[in-house]
């Protein structure tokens, strides 16, 4: 049997991230995969492995190791699956995808995690999410009176730990449409408001693709005809599911916010339009009228008594000025300019 | 056993704000939670605790007594959880969402109540809505035949307690509503009016989400295979259920007419945008003409018989007041102006 | 026994309005309620109560003879129930709401109707709709073949009525529809066809608020699991349900239609502000350019050979409407004017 | 027993438009309605009734002679039904919608029909639709080893018939849809363009309620829980159902494009306005500038140096000239114009 | 028997691409349809027949052969189906829609491949999409192991291949919206964008219409009822299933982008008219005070200093120079220009 140091070494080439063998709850060996065999002896163990981008010849290891079936070998290999739950004889496959805020906070980012659960072992496999099971497995091992339930119990740790990173994303995903909601209704939107918003329906829609099929996953492993989850494992399953369904609530209700959102953004559009036609004419009448007097006073008719008048150049600006200085009164009271 | 007054006192350090035996409909003790053991040995007791925010050491108490799931503690002690039904053996665990309307009418504030129901005891918890249930518990004991009926009883009073606390809130947003028809057809609306829809309608998803899933809630209580829930109780569960579906509707109705109304303001926004684009083509007009005039007796050709008329200049300023005047008596018998 | 004078005396204040006992098809007494007793002695009779908003003690009344439950009961004091069936043990709970169009044909009016069913009597409850079960009963002794079903027969010949009720007023909407259409695309529309618009919307929402939850009812009264709807009266049932699943599309078309009418608007009222844009732009050019040539003619260049022309200022004039006319008829032809 | 010619000659009168016993396959005789008695008692015979708009008393006198329900027979003679599928004890009623294309291609008309099928009969009622059944019973006659599997094969053909001319109609939908595209991204659309959508929009929700409750009355027809089809006749029914479906989705399709068509146009609608709005500023600009100029060299300055040249007013003609071309250039570059 | 070439040379007359005879996963002869019948007495042996829009008679051949429903082969004769299974006594029939891109990736091109399934054969027949089968009887045959469990895993590599086909498409279309997006958001949208949105609309519902069905087939060759797919085949089926439900996603997610993509699109379209319409107020203004400050003193007054400055004139111009420069500044400081 190799030493831990030497399983660690193997990560960078070969994707094995962890193997152990637990036994009442405690970790009780690490082991290279190639001794699974060995370890399932012991009737009262199970083997958790861990998996990161592994090279097909560790998969097709593992497959044989525990029999898995080939169609769901094949997607653990090439990723791009929709969260599911599959039924084989004698273990589960499960695909969850596993979501990040790209820094910066704007946009998101999707991994794949793939398990195997059988009665005697739980394999997962990650696709583009390292850290995200950065902990589970110091969790788990801290409470050995729930890890000794088995396989079962991991599954849910695992799903659990992938459904709890969801949370922060839907609340960066609230506080983007609160942001909006800001400059659309404090008048500060413009081009970019509204390419915001449509980012902002991507990023929902991509994330309730990754949320939504959960609830019918989580659904079958809280009935009673999947054997491999044990009875008192499958409130924990509930729970998963509540927090499933709060999510997919959630997100529905930000994707409903939004579409009335990009609706009044429209309307206030138009409003502003409006104001800036109203501010646009008072200015017009501002210059026209005193364009016209002036006009009228450059006109060449013969007997124009102004145009003697000792004042009449005064007359004719001051009225003007007047004139001007009404009309800019009037349209501010009626808040056109 | 203490005294009424004792446990009282103990409301504001550990959170419990009641707890009492009751016996044929009648409160026969108030105890505090160490001394829930004795009084189950009355077999014809059953115990009524009320809870606001309590210490986590008090509802772990609590657990002890009653042997409640973890996993329904936890929740308990969260909160921010979805309403829902989940049954335990031998005990069923129901999430509430109480609403309330803020100071001045609008907006709404959100709190929970978490109830623990099982043969022999009912536990409510409270989180941010401590007046919510305020004469809940008078109301129960003045009715001692109904009382009488057990925990199942006291956990339909309390649904029906918070089901009708969101009528009055569906109306005032029906009033809200309405306010806003009348500052869209009533030609009163501006920027302020499209923010109000969005509110409305984010109040209304909000309270959605508290009062559906009470449909399914309400639903299996009142469905036969909950043994919780004796059979002469079921009837009061479809008296909250009618509740519920009602307030669903009336929901759902305003939404629809919400949407309507957003796309309504928008036609009358265009509308009016047009109105304003006729006036101010008026306008123009009406001062274009009599500059135009202006500009052709400012034109300097030798023989312009008009410039030297006696009233040449009269008949020019004439013409224009005659001419502006027409076109303003054509704009406002055509309601441009 | 009293005389049917009597009963018929006590409506105003009582809220009774008809209480007759049935055999064989025919009305065989009228009687006060506390006689229903008696007449229920003879095995082959039926009581058929109908009562216009009752005093409470006159339904409590009914509720003693015939052992109605008390939820049901409070249902019926108080209105505001949405349609529903409720089935309690030996009876059956029956709400409709009736609808009238308000005078003017503009508007709804609703009242409510409830429905005590038992195996031996129907009492019905109206609350405001008087007018609206006028002759029924007389139809239905005019049929004593058909009256002799029992009380089933009776509660869908109330259905029936109440529900024929409806057609007249969806085709009024209907034609309101039409109207609108005929605003909109006759180029007839302003600010109150919006109105308008949004005023059917919420109409049509109430009717299919009042009409649509038959469709679970009348579903339920066709099938096998309701004992006391004779087998030989359910097809009558199921010939409401036509009627309420016909109506129910009826509406469903209607607002979709109404959803794009709204659409259709906004479209041409946009279409509509091109077109005064347009011959806005129109008359603008046709006076800016005479405007320009007469400020031309206005310059005081030494050398202006058409100054000193003989008919140099008729050049003039007749350039610029020569000018005008062209512009007039070029817009005209290509329709901005 | 009357001749052929007799019966032919009741047609207009009585609505009797065919009536013939078949065996094996094979019409064997024509008979009037009164002697359909007599022709049942040969127990391989079944009757073809084929009625159009008939009187009162006829539909009353085949009523006897099969026994069939009042209330079909009443919905048989006032028409207005939705299509929909009724099993009796020992009959089905079906209630098929016609449809037909008006002429001129533009607008739908609908007609009903009504069919009772029994063990050894079937009975068709047409309101609205004579043409609509031309050549069913020679098509049904020329394929004998079809037509003798009695009433339910007959019942097959007149749906297929019916449903068959749904498919000229969806693809005239079609095509209108597809002239609308043309008209509305071809830069052709005006008023009338959203008149034709809207009116697009309301045929195809009269179709599809034509055309929808038959997935439903197909299903039931396609089940092993109606006696009267066959065992060998329901793959039939499936192809209909196919048909129904296929047609269903058809226009689904349709009202989803038409939505998009009608929010492109109003898109299309403020592109061109916004296009509009820059012409004229061009051309306003073109004709300001010039304006200006005038203006410049109207004024009375004494020391205005171009004044006094020789070629002043030329220089200021051309310089008109080449800044409106310059300015032309420009909008031309940018589009504008 | 006739020789591999015989046959080939078939095709272009009779429509028979190939036809042959498979034992224990590997092909034992090629044979001519009529000579089917003899190798079907190797009870180890199933044919596989590939047709591409075969003659009547030679479908009818094959009819006879295996005893296949008439309404199938007739279905196979016309095409224009939507895909579904169908199950006759005996065999299964399968429609499915073969898609492809247009040359210049803009439009889609859609076949049809209808096939038989029975215990010991597999025709597939195809109409429009030739190129679509390429390659999978040779690819099938590279597997003699999986080709070994007989025509139901025919029919899973048939159907997966065409599966397999839709992917490039759906993120060929995916594309087109990014493109869409680029131009709606980049300010680069104009007339053509609508057309190009409503485009893209129109083919992600064509290519919904062939790929929605699938699940429901899939959903069903899944499933324990069809006894022709043999059990270890299943779960072939459900990555079928997989890869349809996981198109259908993409695709509604398409759609929804799609239409916020259009009302983004709107938006957008209006902030750019609001821009507009500023720019061309910023000008107006611009050039109006210059033309205001000309009319004055163009005006005729006796007594107006300025006139008689030495440098009046150039200040006049300076003047209306910083005046318009001051209001550039003021606009361009806004972002009006």
Redesign the interface.
Known sequence: MRTTADVRDDVSTTGVINCAAYAGGQRVADLPICDIHEALEHSDRFIWIGLNEPREEVLREVQREFGL?D?AIE?ALSAH??P?L?L?EGSLFVVLRTAQLLPGGIGLEFGETHVFVGDRYIVSVRHGSLKSHVGLRARCEAAPQLLNKGPGFVLYALMDFIVDQYLPIVEALEEQLETL?EEI?G?RF??ET??R??RL??DL??LK?AVSPLVDVCNRLMRYDISLIPEDTR??F??VY?HV??MN?MID?LR??L????????????????E??????A???I??????I???????????P????????LY??GM?GLVSIGLYGIFKGRRWI
Chains 1, 2, 3, 4, 5 share one sequence.
């Open positions: 079936h169609l997607d699956q929709r599911k599959e084989y909601e209704f008048e413009d081009r509204t390419a918003i449509y329906k991507r829609l991509a693709r409130p924990y509930r729970d509540d369904v709060r609530e209700n409903e916010l579409t009335t959102a990009l609706e009044a953004n429209l309307s206030l559009i138009s409003v502003s339009q409006t800036h036609t109203k501010r646009l004419a200015w017009a009448a210059i026209a009228v005193p364009t016209m002036a006009g009228i006073y450059g006109m060449n008719f013969d007997a124009m102004e145009l003697h008048w000792r004042f009449g150049y004719a600006i003007m």
